[in-house]
């Protein structure tokens, strides 16, 4: 009888401590915070521009007697002011059809001395074929100053900047442009962007007036933006046209 009590006993002691064990183990879940729920998502790139686009191109002539008059080229004359053809292309930063403070290629040296694409339009296409632009662009010459010069330009998510460039003609090396315009703001194109377009002398001669002799720059000079007194109001030089970039 007594070894039954002890028994007994011992399973009571037993049984009391499992419960306690038990008891402790759940306080512990319950004090132990369950993970979170994981919130994050998988990062993905940012999306480009949707895809390729297309711009109209209209320059609108500014290059006028009454805005200015400093030597302004007789109207009467064979070579009456006039611009020629649009030349350009959609590329990336690393090309450039014309650059401020370097030497003009020899393409740029020929429009701007002749109004001729050749060779600049052989640049470009090298351009292309190196996939640093997209197409050649270019258009007709501009000698009514009441209409405008009209182009297209192809651009896409790895060629946003457009460069474009046209003589100022008669003159001895100078030309009108807008060099690495981006079309492509806060990761997509723009509906529409107009941007002034200013004289340069693109460094291949050293002629100093419209008129002047043929005078060729050995060596040549770093294209710069042209400052004469033909260019200037107040001081400051004036664009002869403005470009407005329509996405089509």
Request: aromatic share 6%; with cysteine; proline share 8%.
């Amino acid at each position: 009888m007594m070894k039954l009590r002890l028994s007994a006993s011992i399973v009571l002691v037993a049984l009391a401590a499992f419960a306690c064990k038990k008891e402790e183990m759940s306080t512990e879940a319950a004090a132990t915070p369950a993970p979170a729920e994981s919130t994050m998502t998988e990062a993905t790139p940012a999306m480009m521009a949707s895809g390729p686009a297309t711009y109209r191109v209209e320059f609108t002539p500014l290059w006028t007697k009454a805005a200015f008059p400093h030597e302004y080229p007789d109207t009467s004359l064979i070579h009456r002011p006039h611009f020629s053809g649009l030349i350009g292309t959609g590329h990336d930063a690393s090309y450039h059809v014309f650059a401020v403070g370097q030497p003009p290629t020899p393409g740029l040296e020929r429009l701007s001395e002749m109004g001729k694409h050749d060779p600049l339009d052989a640049e470009i296409k090298a351009a292309i074929a190196a996939g640093h632009a997209v197409a050649l662009s270019e258009s007709d010459p501009l000698k009514d100053f009441s209409q405008t010069a009209t182009t297209q330009v192809a651009v896409d998510p790895a060629h946003p900047m457009v460069s474009i460039v046209a003589m100022i003609a008669p003159s001895p090396d100078w030309f009108a442009g807008v060099g690495d315009v981006n079309l492509m703001e806060n990761g997509d194109w723009v509906a529409t962007k107009t941007v002034d377009v200013q004289p340069y002398d693109s460094g291949g001669d050293n002629g100093t007036t419209y008129l002047a002799d043929d005078d060729d720059a050995n060596p040549k000079q770093p294209t710069s933006l042209n400052e004469s007194a033909h260019f200037k109001k107040d001081g400051a030089v004036q664009p002869v046209a403005r470009i407005t970039f329509t996405r089509m």
